[in-house]
């Protein structure tokens, strides 16, 4: 096929019998090649004009022409004229540009010889008709944005004009297009096909100015029997192939096949492939430009003003009401990051968002919003259908694979909004709905869903109102201390006689305002909770006190630490400061730390609290077995007392089994030198349990509700007093 292969300029040179085409230094005058044609007279045959002037030669001048065009041309289109050449005593039709020839810019002509008039005027029409032909494609590329269309376009021109059967453009790469023309007496060809197969075989073939130009496949019997079998199948009788490139990629080709007339313009498909190639440029800037406003650089889904977009789509063909809005997000992602490393992280991410993608009909669709939180629109439901196909998400997802050896599942918390009737709201009002239901689960284990309420609504604006007059609150000291007495049931050396963990209370008016179960979720979440911690420690360092003036001197208060009190630069400092400002003991305090803290920010902890065992505080594991616990933590963390959580007394299954798992607990953490605790006993079995078990330690209704400061001081005068707890006598 190579022999097949032309240049622009051996193109150029086919034009018609009676032309012929010279090539000269614009600068020098000096022809560096002419056309050898018969009807050339003798003086002008090859060799024989090398290194002379063009206008001594073609002119038979001494000095350049008067009227040369060098000055006129350019690269990107010819300069069309007619002369009468005296010295070849011949009238000429001439087209004149710039071209590349042997690495260097030269001047380009085409002669025709016109023998009559109506030769002139002959070719000056098809001149014509040529150009108007390729203002008839660009035009419309110049506005059109869709390629499509235009691929369209330029076939709906280019074929008629030079009596083509059929044609075709292709764009290859990712965003395949493959654009058809044919006459539809034609009935052989099958276009499909041609293109790809010259693509593959002779791919290497072209550059910028080369096309594959077959003008009589008979002529390719004997040279080239395969491809002539090919062609002869496909009812090929001529072909033209024109690469489209972008830089220096093949990007497209423009295929004519069967083509009966005006040969001679065939170079204005060049042109059309370079206009063509600036439009595939600009569509693909476009696609980049399209990606980054609405897909997610990470997964390749939307992302949220994609997913804006679409919602806006699927409404207008469906009312919203059709469908239910999820707002998901990863059960302690950060933690999983932490430990396993933002590679794995970004893996689980993409392994959710092909999952989704599975997961979506053609008339759904899903999104990242930020981070691991993710948004979904999923066709309405009956709600356990909607659950049993969350639910094949969520196990879906608990299966990823490198997790699997490592005994850990990925979990999933979701809030879902159904859309009422009518539905007067925007798609961000809808998902502010489902991540208010999002935002209200409490989920120790296991993935979890919770449909919106206007009842969950309600209680989501009360928490705004909080949050609102929180800090109001700390300046007139609403916030109540009340300490809930620990009952020691085992001698324990070196340990004060009367423990309590200090608990808040929002009062207002001399009644309870809200619970901690009402604001402490919330604070936490806005960042408030680390500034009601320092609020809360302060005031025990000064209740402390105030117990010892009054002659209580063995005491000690468990203060709760959160997460995000811990995670403050200054934590320890401050904490330390202020113990010390107030005079208080080691033995006096105690740092309580939740489960999950230990779970999410393991390395951070072990550091913090090496740093506050260094500075004397006693240091306690709260709600140990709520939902990550982990034996390893216990074995990592240097840790006083061990506070279980009173969901091992509610463990299912027979009193021995119940008894011997918490009894392997409280030995283990004895064997560790840590104190225990356990919290939440509120009836007799419970404590008939921990005293054949060995719990240092008790705490729950049981024993005693929370007490005011007040009532709290007469509970510890009257043991003092009593000489034995209440406990005691049971």
Same mark, same amino acid.
């Given at each position: 096929?190579?022999?097949?292969?032309?240049?622009?300029?051996?193109?150029?040179?086919?034009?018609?019998?009676?032309?012929?085409?010279?090539?000269?230094?614009?600068?020098?005058?000096?022809?560096?090649?002419?056309?050898?044609?018969? @009807?050339?007279? *003798?003086?002008?045959?090859?060799?024989?004009?090398?290194?002379?002037?063009?206008?001594?030669?073609?002119?038979?001048?001494?000095?350049?022409?008067?009227?040369?065009?060098?000055?006129?041309?350019?690269?990107?289109?010819?300069?069309?004229?007619?002369?009468?050449?005296?010295?070849?005593?011949?009238? +000429?039709?001439?087209?004149?540009?710039?071209?590349?020839?042997?690495?260097?810019?030269?001047?380009?002509?085409?002669?025709?010889?016109?023998?009559?008039?109506?030769?002139?005027?002959?070719?000056?029409?098809?001149?014509?008709?040529?150009?108007?032909?390729?203002?008839?494609?660009?035009?419309?590329?110049?506005?059109?944005?869709?390629?499509? #269309?235009?691929?369209?376009?330029?076939?709906?021109?280019?074929?008629?004009?030079? /009596?083509?059967?059929?044609?075709?453009?292709?764009?290859?790469?990712?965003?395949?297009?493959?654009?058809?023309?044919?006459?539809?007496?034609?009935?052989?060809?099958?276009?499909?096909?041609?293109?790809?197969?010259?693509?593959?075989?002779?791919?290497?073939?072209?550059?910028?100015?080369?096309?594959?130009?077959?003008?009589?496949?008979?002529?390719?019997?004997?040279?080239?029997?395969?491809?002539?079998?090919?062609?002869?199948?496909?009812?090929?009788?001529?072909?033209?192939?024109?690469?489209?490139?972008?830089?220096?990629?093949?990007?497209?080709?423009?295929?004519?096949?069967? @083509?009966?007339?005006?040969?001679?313009?065939?170079?204005?498909?060049?042109?059309?492939?370079?206009?063509?190639?600036?439009?595939?440029?600009?569509?693909?800037?476009?696609?980049?430009?399209?990606?980054?406003?609405?897909?997610?650089?990470?997964?390749?889904?939307?992302?949220?003003?994609?997913?804006?977009?679409?919602?806006?789509?699927?409404?207008?063909?469906?009312?919203?009401?059709?469908?239910?809005?999820?707002?998901?997000?990863? %059960?302690?992602?950060?933690?999983?990051?932490?430990?396993?490393?933002?590679?794995?992280?970004?893996?689980?991410?993409?392994?959710?968002?092909?999952?989704?993608?599975?997961?979506?009909?053609?008339?759904?669709?899903?999104?990242?919003?930020?981070?691991?939180?993710?948004?979904?629109?999923?066709?309405?439901?009956?709600?356990?259908?909607?659950?049993?196909?969350?639910?094949?998400?969520?196990?879906?997802?608990?299966?990823?694979?490198?997790?699997?050896?490592?005994?850990?599942?990925? *979990?999933?918390?979701?809030?879902?909004?159904?859309?009422?009737?009518?539905?007067?709201?925007?798609?961000?009002?809808?998902?502010?709905?489902?991540?208010?239901?999002?935002?209200?689960?409490?989920?120790?284990? /296991?993935?979890?869903?919770? @449909?919106?309420?206007?009842?969950?609504?309600?209680?989501?604006?009360?928490?705004?109102?909080? *949050?609102? *007059?929180?800090?109001?609150?700390?300046?007139?000291?609403?916030?109540?201390?009340?300490?809930?007495?620990?009952?020691?049931?085992?001698?324990?050396?070196?340990?004060?006689?009367?423990?309590?963990?200090?608990?808040?209370?929002?009062?207002?008016? /001399?009644?309870?305002?809200?619970?901690?179960?009402?604001?402490?979720?919330?604070?936490?979440?806005?960042?408030?909770?680390?500034?009601?911690?320092? +609020?809360?420690?302060?005031?025990?360092?000064?209740?402390?006190?105030?117990?010892?003036?009054?002659?209580?001197?063995? #005491?000690?208060?468990?203060?709760? #630490?959160?997460?995000?009190?811990?995670?403050?630069?200054?934590? #320890?400092?401050?904490?330390?400061?202020?113990? %010390?400002?107030?005079?208080?003991?080691?033995?006096?305090?105690?740092?309580?730390?939740?489960?999950?803290?230990?779970?999410?920010?393991?390395?951070?902890?072990?550091?913090?609290?090496?740093?506050? %065992?260094?500075?004397?505080?006693?240091?306690?594991?709260?709600?140990?077995?709520?939902?990550?616990?982990?034996?390893?933590?216990?074995?990592?963390?240097?840790?006083?007392?061990? %506070?279980?959580?009173?969901?091992?007394?509610?463990?299912?299954?027979?009193?021995?089994?119940?008894?011997?798992?918490?009894?392997?607990?409280?030995?283990?953490?004895?064997?560790?030198?840590?104190?225990?605790?356990?919290?939440?006993?509120?009836?007799?079995?419970?404590?008939?349990?921990?005293?054949?078990?060995?719990?240092?330690?008790?705490?729950?209704?049981?024993?005693?509700?929370?007490?005011?400061?007040?009532?709290?001081?007469?509970?510890?005068?009257?043991?003092?007093?009593?000489?034995?707890?209440?406990?005691?006598?049971?």
């Amino acid at each position: 096929m190579k022999r097949y292969q032309r240049t622009i300029n051996e193109i150029l040179m086919m034009e018609k019998p009676e032309s012929f085409v010279y090539f000269s230094d614009p600068e020098t005058y000096e022809i560096l090649y002419i056309s050898d044609e018969t @009807f050339i007279s *003798e003086e002008l045959r090859r060799e024989q004009y090398r290194g002379e002037k063009c206008y001594e030669i073609l002119q038979g001048r001494l000095e350049p022409c008067p009227f040369c065009t060098n000055h006129l041309l350019s690269r990107e289109h010819y300069y069309i004229w007619t002369y009468h050449n005296s010295h070849l005593n011949t009238d +000429y039709i001439l087209k004149d540009k710039l071209v590349d020839f042997d690495g260097h810019i030269v001047r380009m002509e085409i002669a025709t010889a016109l023998k009559s008039h109506e030769a002139v005027l002959k070719a000056l029409s098809e001149s014509l008709e040529g150009q108007n032909m390729l203002m008839n494609c660009i035009q419309p590329m110049l506005h059109e944005t869709d390629l499509y #269309v235009t691929q369209r376009r330029i076939l709906d021109n280019i074929c008629p004009f030079f /009596g083509a059967e059929w044609g075709t453009v292709q764009r290859f790469g990712e965003h395949q297009i493959l654009t058809q023309w044919g006459r539809r007496e034609s009935g052989k060809w099958r276009p499909g096909r041609i293109p790809s197969a010259f693509v593959r075989e002779y791919g290497e073939l072209f550059n910028s100015y080369t096309q594959i130009l077959i003008t009589d496949t008979e002529a390719m019997k004997d040279s080239d029997p395969e491809n002539y079998e090919f062609l002869k199948q496909e009812g090929v009788t001529s072909l033209c192939s024109t690469p489209v490139f972008t830089g220096s990629e093949l990007a497209g080709m423009i295929t004519l096949g069967n @083509f009966s007339k005006n040969q001679a313009n065939i170079t204005l498909l060049f042109t059309l492939a370079f206009y063509l190639s600036s439009l595939m440029q600009r569509e693909e800037l476009y696609r980049k430009k399209m990606r980054l406003q609405y897909y997610d650089a990470l997964t390749g889904s939307l992302n949220l003003e994609g997913f804006r977009r679409e919602s806006g789509r699927l409404f207008s063909e469906s009312a919203p009401q059709e469908y239910s809005l999820w707002y998901c997000d990863i %059960k302690n992602f950060k933690y999983i990051n932490d430990l396993f490393g933002f590679h794995t992280g970004n893996r689980i991410l993409k392994y959710w968002a092909s999952c989704l993608k599975d997961s979506c009909r053609e008339d759904e669709a899903f999104c990242r919003i930020s981070d691991d939180n993710f948004a979904f629109l999923w066709r309405l439901d009956e709600q356990d259908r909607l659950r049993e196909r969350f639910n094949g998400l969520a196990d879906r997802l608990a299966s990823f694979g490198p997790f699997e050896e490592k005994n850990y599942q990925v *979990e999933l918390i979701s809030g879902v909004y159904i859309p009422e009737t009518p539905c007067g709201m925007d798609i961000d009002e809808m998902l502010n709905r489902a991540n208010m239901a999002r935002k209200s689960i409490v989920s120790p284990r /296991g993935s979890r869903i919770l @449909f919106f309420t206007e009842e969950l609504r309600k209680k989501a604006l009360a928490g705004i109102e909080m *949050e609102a *007059e929180m800090r109001s609150a700390l300046d007139k000291e609403e916030f109540v201390l009340y300490l809930q007495p620990q009952i020691k049931l085992t001698d324990v050396s070196g340990q004060k006689a009367h423990r309590a963990e200090a608990l808040v209370r929002w009062m207002r008016n /001399g009644r309870i305002y809200a619970m901690p179960d009402d604001f402490i979720g919330l604070f936490e979440k806005n960042g408030m909770i680390a500034e009601l911690d320092l +609020y809360i420690y302060e005031r025990i360092c000064i209740l402390i006190n105030r117990f010892k003036t009054c002659g209580l001197t063995s #005491v000690c208060i468990a203060v709760n #630490v959160s997460r995000h009190t811990m995670m403050q630069p200054d934590f #320890v400092e401050t904490y330390l400061a202020i113990k %010390k400002r107030y005079r208080i003991e080691d033995d006096e305090l105690e740092l309580e730390f939740t489960e999950s803290i230990a779970v999410e920010e393991l390395e951070l902890m072990q550091k913090v609290l090496k740093q506050l %065992k260094k500075a004397g505080f006693i240091c306690a594991m709260d709600d140990f077995g709520t939902g990550y616990s982990s034996l390893n933590v216990l074995q990592i963390l240097p840790l006083d007392i061990l %506070k279980l959580d009173k969901g091992f007394l509610a463990c299912e299954g027979e009193d021995r089994r119940r008894q011997i798992v918490v009894k392997s607990v409280l030995q283990m953490a004895k064997q560790l030198d840590m104190l225990t605790i356990v919290e939440g006993v509120e009836n007799e079995e419970q404590l008939h349990l921990l005293q054949k078990v060995g719990c240092d330690y008790l705490q729950g209704f049981l024993v005693s509700p929370p007490l005011s400061e007040d009532e709290y001081r007469s509970f510890v005068k009257e043991e003092l007093h009593g000489g034995e707890s209440e406990i005691r006598q049971i």
